[in-house]
């Protein structure tokens, strides 16, 4: 409302003259239509302003299709599968959302902090009353979406394990029957068909046609790596599967980056060569493969020997089975003319007669070291004889002396002490013995 031209104090000091009358008409209809307009101003609701409001932002051209630039943050995905996210830089944030059908299509997954252009439109939340990004599109800034996708499920798979060595299956060096799973129209299956026959032409193809790009592309990998394993195991072996195609864009080999297909490679009990693109091209499906080939051309030449070289491999085999041979049957023939000039061998009794002339000689001296040995103990004996002589008790006899016992202990009496009278003594001599009665006994006054 406008401030009224004239005031109360101008009022009350105007001087009466003749457009006092006038003056205060018009004053006084000014205030009247304010009045009225007061009365009749409309009062809005919070959902009519809400819906004013989305109205204008829905009506702006450039709100309309704005690509917006920022950090990722309070990062969530409920079980509607619906993204909510803000969008922030150092200076303000940006409610968005970004719903199921929207980030389906995402090849990556959107973290906290991380740097992203997004694609959308200006719009208000009328529950809340708040404006927020409507999500269109999001990709990662500085690095294409792809190339992160793809380094994300490497680091994840990685950390699983499925890369691993000691998953690896080895690949047959002869195998029998081989299964190929790429375009049936690309110059990828020709190459591998010419090359099989062409190195190893007894070799059996089943070969499995598959899209190797677009969305049905993955799937039918899937499914066609089932297939073979399915045959595999309910109706002929099958030595090794080459999962390949020719060369691309990373968006036309991206279904050799798919999760299921990765994980269905590792899962076949076949070994899987994998051969997509070309030399500098690597796919997940090659870090999972249990052998990488860097085209398909190379998957061929690896499932597969050559027959020329298998060829060439027996042919030098053969002269060196010969060569071996010959060498073995020269250096028994040199042995045998060495053996046959040995003298023992053109004469046998001579060896014989040295051997026994070495027997004779080993009795004679065997014979003179036992006469030795035996003189030697003989002196020994007669001289520990001649000292048992002197010191037997016999040789005492033989001078003349006796031995007295006590029956009926047979007890040798050494003093007259140990007698008494009336016992019973045995006395030897040398040439036998008498038996006595002890009548009387004395003892031998010491001086």
Request: proline share 4%.
């Amino acid at each position: 409302m406008n401030k009224p031209s004239v005031t109360l104090m101008d009022f009350l000091h105007m001087k009466k003259d003749e457009d006092f009358e006038e003056k205060l008409s018009v004053e006084s209809e000014k205030v009247e239509e304010e009045i009225e307009e007061k009365e009749t101003q409309h009062i809005y609701s919070v959902q009519e302003v809400t819906s004013y409001i989305r109205r204008r932002l829905d009506e702006d051209s450039m709100l309309s299709d704005v690509y917006v630039k920022g950090e990722l943050s309070n990062l969530s995905q409920p079980t509607s599968g619906h993204l909510y996210f803000t969008l922030k830089d150092k200076f303000s944030e940006l409610r968005c959302v970004m719903f199921r059908e929207k980030n389906r299509g995402l090849k990556f997954t959107p973290e906290n902090g991380m740097s992203v252009i997004l694609r959308g439109h200006i719009s208000v939340y009328e529950r809340r009353g708040s404006y927020q990004l409507y999500v269109d599109e999001l990709q990662a800034e500085g690095i294409g979406a792809l190339y992160l996708a793809f380094e994300q499920l490497k680091k994840k798979l990685k950390g699983e394990g499925l890369f691993d060595s000691q998953y690896k299956n080895p690949i047959p060096s002869f195998p029998r029957k081989i299964g190929i799973i790429t375009s049936p129209t690309g110059a990828a299956i020709r190459d591998m068909l010419n090359i099989t026959k062409r190195r190893f032409p007894h070799v059996y193809i089943l070969v499995a046609p598959v899209a190797v790009q677009g969305e049905e592309a993955p799937g039918q990998i899937v499914n066609a790596i089932r297939v073979m394993n399915r045959v595999n195991e309910e109706r002929m072996k099958i030595d090794v599967l080459v999962l390949g195609r020719g060369g691309g864009s990373i968006e036309e080999l991206w279904a050799f980056n798919e999760e299921a297909v990765a994980r269905e490679i590792f899962a076949s009990k076949i070994p899987v060569i994998s051969a997509v693109g070309h030399e500098t091209d690597f796919t997940i499906a090659d870090f999972v493969a249990d052998r990488r080939a860097a085209t398909p051309s190379e998957a061929a030449e690896l499932a597969v020997p050559d027959k020329r070289e298998i060829e060439r491999n027996l042919s030098s085999l053969e002269l060196r089975m010969q060569q071996n041979i010959f060498n073995t049957i020269e250096y028994h023939r040199k042995r045998l003319e060495s053996i046959e000039k040995n003298i023992l061998f053109r004469k046998p009794t001579e060896r014989i007669n040295q051997h026994r002339q070495t027997v004779d000689e080993l009795k004679r001296t065997i014979f003179a070291a036992s006469t030795h040995l035996v003189t030697l103990h003989r002196k020994s004996l007669q001289a520990l004889t001649g000292k048992l002589d002197a010191l037997s008790p016999l040789a005492i006899l033989d001078r003349g002396y006796s031995i007295c016992s006590r029956l009926p202990e047979g007890k040798i009496i050494r003093s007259v002490e140990d007698i008494s009278v009336g016992d019973v003594l045995t006395i030897l001599f040398t040439d036998g013995e008498a038996t006595s009665e002890v009548k009387e006994k004395w003892t031998k006054k010491k001086n």
